[in-house]
């Protein structure tokens, strides 16, 4: 067996558990889980015995001075990926860090000085892009059936997480800016093939906290310019009735609305019928059950793990560009960051 690349986590949570180690075994063949590392000692031997993992560490510099360890996946919590990421860079390590890249657009910037000063490759988790639906949609508006994009509008309404961790590291100022905000906001610049922040030349920003003296957003909406005259909105919320995921895309030759979470699109063109209107119900209600029957509904998300990890090893092999360039992390970084700006001079 022809090891390719030797990995260490940093970072032994929920996302770690339950999609980055069960995503790595299945690439056994061609990577190798030598470390893991976490703030608390004990959970990280107890992952390390639980799925046979040869090193475990508090402190994660230790695991970044083993030359057995390759690259490193970052899963700890936001606050502290720049940090990390940068010490991974000084060390020589390759590195896939969880979204979003960092708190700050200056933070971003300096990743980015780090990695390409001693030329080590990066990428973000953005697993989302990995859904068929959404990877059709890609295609679809790549081959020009939309014509030119005029404007997208997204929706990202998601509960508190306190269903997913029971951690309050979320509950910072930025609040839901900084926990499913960015996959939303990937999606958008994604989709209109954003590829570097200079593309973006405007971003606004509204509301904040809709709790009494909760003290970080809740609720926002945005509002991106692009430099080519066209614009997208993203509406974010842990407060209105969850769960949606859903973007609206509108080009000169049609438009396409696109389910994310449940991995299924309608795209129109011209004038619509009664026809169209009964297309709406039946095709969501086909694709939604073809998943159901394929056991991959219940899935979500963390099911595209392996798939994007292998397309970063293959970045790192210089096989392929990686699963999201640096260039695409900064420009979300810089709506996040110009975003939290514009709210807090607001008051939240």
């Known amino acids: 067996m022809v090891i390719n690349v030797r990995f260490g986590i940093i970072g032994c949570g929920k996302i770690a558990q339950e999609g980055h180690i069960p995503a790595l075994k299945k690439l056994s063949k061609r990577i190798e889980l030598v ?5 608390n000692l004990s959970v990280a031997k107890k992952i390390a015995k639980r799925y046979k993992i040869p090193f475990y560490f508090k402190d994660y510099r230790k695991l970044l001075r083993r030359d057995d360890v390759d690259a490193v996946i970052i899963s700890t919590p936001t606050p502290y990926h720049a940090q990390i990421s ?8 390759h590195i896939l860090v969880e979204k979003p890249l960092a708190m700050t657009l200056d933070e971003a910037l300096e990743i980015e000085r780090v990695v390409k000063l001693h030329n080590v490759k990066i990428s973000v988790v953005q697993n989302y892009r990995y859904f068929p639906a959404v990877k059709t949609v890609k295609r679809r508006i790549q ?5 030119r994009i005029v404007s997208l509008f997204g929706v990202a309404h ?22 499913f905000a960015p996959h939303l906001i990937d999606m958008l610049l994604w989709l209109k093939d954003i590829k570097d922040p200079k593309q973006i030349v405007e971003v606004n920003a509204a509301g904040g906290d809709f709790l009494p003296n909760a003290g970080f957003i809740n609720h926002a909406q945005l509002f991106i310019k692009f430099k080519d005259k066209s614009s997208a909105t993203a509406d974010i919320s842990w407060i209105t009735d969850p769960y949606l995921f859903n973007i609206q895309i509108f080009g000169t030759g049609g438009r396409i609305t696109l389910d994310v979470r449940f991995n299924t699109f309608i795209e129109e063109h011209g004038t619509q019928t009664p026809l169209d209107f009964i297309k709406r119900s039946i ?8 998943d159901i029957l394929r056991k991959s509904f219940f899935k979500g998300a963390l099911s595209f793990y392996s798939e994007l990890i292998y397309d970063f090893v293959e970045y790192i092999e210089k096989k392929r560009p990686p699963p999201v360039s640096l260039k695409e992390s900064i420009a979300s ?3 996040i960051d110009k975003a939290l700006k514009l709210l807090r001079q607001g008051g939240l």
């Open 283 to 290: 095709i969501p209600l086909r694709d939604v059950t073809r």
């Open 158 to 179: 998601t509960k508190f997480p306190i269903l997913w961790t029971r951690s309050l590291w979320l509950y910072h100022e930025g609040g839901a800016l900084y926990d």
């Open 143 to 147: 081959s020009g059936y939309l014509g």
């Open 35 to 39: 470390a893991v590392a976490d703030i």
């Open 86 to 93: 940068i010490n991974a860079a000084e060390a020589g390590k």
């Open 333 to 335: 970084i810089l709506v």
